[in-house]
């Protein structure tokens, strides 16, 4: 590599660095506190890194590597995330004591993947860094004390790994495919010689058997269905996780694959659009009876990776865009939500709707957090869930999709009243005569006044986000020209 192409590089070494460091600490016994204090310099490090090399661009790995606008500005947003998650985390009071430096190795781990990811342009790069970014979150899941005669913990991570196993095998069918029909596994080359063939049949089937891995990821119907219970059996902190970051890169990814078609051909339009009305109408209909704060955010999740197909369905630079700027506020409005599930909870168990009552009365700074991460995933003005969907919906009528605009707005309104009801509970529920108060650390304040603060102004401003968004995409797909040596 180059010093440029190191530079370019910068956000990938820092956390990489960050991870081998947890490793050898990891061999130690007793070394919680030092884990954590890695983690937290290395969360730091990498969202300085990602603003510094903003406006890096660098080719490596032969090629199948690119770092450009589109890659770096992503970066920036799931190190933002990477930050908020370990602000979260705080004590991990529902892990044991001695896995907690494994804990914060294996979530540096799998954040180094997801940043990975976003700049891989070769299928065979994609999948490395897919798996890379996996594998830690399956030993996650499972990292979470024991609570009655019930090992939930444990049924929720063999869910998270069968279903992922499956869409993985699937993806992997779709992929050859691709490389039969194109002889490529680079993106850019894809790109030229799939569209003359992109309508056939066996592009198409290809196309979506790649998706699977990508839908899994986003908990698109059919893929959902590991989504409720990994919530619930998982610690909070992991839940917040699995919520948050791996649907940003997942949307990143079909971006990429999305560039592959274009509105002159509907059949993939079409496709799209069945999986995000189904999304839709399954997620709000079932979190309707939903009584588990954080189940109800696993059923709510899966309609919100249909509103946001709603973006891909137009195959158009807009929608992308679009897509790209709701996963980012989806990312920063459920760890709002879950900043205020971890700090509610009791010794790290599961948190009812109920026990949300006169959480105004408890923690003000917590109330006003739950408050505007409700709302903004609600869709109400003017926060950053009402300008994701308005963007999603512009740029799906201006290709023509008016029946799935209404079914979209439709379901908007009915997830309206199961946010609601979370409202009502922390606003007007009775928490008894004597509402022991909530006291919240320094971090944990400060991340709600960030949290709060990003989910206004993305709302208010949201071109401070889409134009530089649909700026990069315009050089998404181009030939690679050069290659740097790795």
């Not at 947890?22 to 969202?47: H, K, N, Q």
């Not at 704060?293 to 946001?308: D, E, P, V």
């Not at 459920?334 to 909870?345: E, K, P, T």
Request: overall charge neutral.
């Amino acid at each position: 590599m180059t010093t440029s192409s190191l530079l370019a590089f910068l956000p990938e070494l820092v956390l990489l660095t960050g991870a081998l460091v947890l490793f050898f600490v990891t061999l130690g016994d007793r070394l919680v506190a030092r884990a954590r204090l890695v983690t937290g310099i290395t969360a730091l490090a990498t969202l300085v890194a990602a603003a510094f090399s903003l406006d890096q661009s660098a080719v490596l790995f032969s090629g199948a590597y690119r770092i450009d606008a589109f890659s770096q500005l992503l970066k920036l947003v799931l190190a933002g995330g990477f930050v908020a998650v370990f602000c979260l985390t705080g004590a991990l009071p529902d892990v044991r004591e001695r896995i907690r430096p494994e804990y914060h190795f294996f979530l540096t781990l799998s954040v180094s993947g997801l940043l990975m990811l976003v700049s891989c342009i070769d299928l065979i790069a994609i999948i490395i860094a897919l798996e890379l970014s996996s594998f830690p979150l399956y030993l996650l899941v499972p990292m979470r004390r024991e609570r009655t005669d019930r090992r939930v913990q444990m049924e929720s991570a063999v869910k998270y790994i069968m279903f992922g196993i499956a869409a993985n095998g699937l993806m992997f069918f779709g992929v050859s495919y691709l490389f039969g029909l194109t002889g490529t596994t680079s993106l850019p080359l894809m790109l030229e010689r799939l569209l003359p063939v992109v309508h056939t049949p066996l592009a198409l089937t290809g196309l979506a058997l790649t998706f699977c891995g990508l839908f899994y990821k986003l908990a698109v119907f059919p893929f959902h269905f590991w989504t409720p219970d990994v919530y619930q059996g998982a610690s909070n902190e992991t839940a917040s996780l699995i919520a948050s970051l791996p649907k940003v890169a997942a949307v990143v990814v079909l971006v990429r694959f999305t560039a592959l078609a274009s509105p002159a051909h509907p059949a993939l339009a079409t496709l799209l659009t069945g999986l995000a009305i189904m999304s839709m109408l399954y997620g709000n209909l079932i979190a309707l009876g939903q009584t588990d704060f954080k189940r109800l955010l696993g059923f709510s999740g899966i309609a919100h990776a249909g509103y946001a197909l709603v973006g891909f369905v137009a195959l158009s630079e807009n929608g992308s865009a679009a897509a790209l700027y709701y996963i980012t506020g989806y990312m920063v409005m459920v760890l709002a939500c879950f900043v205020v599930i971890s700090r509610v909870s009791r010794d790290g168990t599961n948190v009812a709707i109920s026990e949300l009552a006169g959480l105004h009365r408890r923690s003000p700074l917590l109330a006003v957090t739950l408050i505007i991460g409700v709302f903004g995933l609600a869709g109400i003005p003017p926060f950053v869930g009402f300008m994701g969907k308005l963007s999603l919906l512009t740029a799906a009528l201006a290709e023509g999709h008016l029946a799935l605009v209404i079914i979209t707005m439709l379901n908007a309104a009915v997830a309206v009243y199961y946010y609601l009801r979370v409202v009502r509970e922390a606003v007007f529920g009775d928490p008894g005569d004597n509402p022991a108060p909530i006291i919240l650390d320094r971090s944990t304040r400060a991340l709600c006044v960030i949290l709060i603060v990003a989910i206004i102004l993305l709302g208010v401003s949201p071109s401070t986000v889409l134009d530089p968004l649909t700026q990069s995409l315009a050089g998404l797909n181009l030939p690679v020209l050069t290659a740097a040596a790795p």
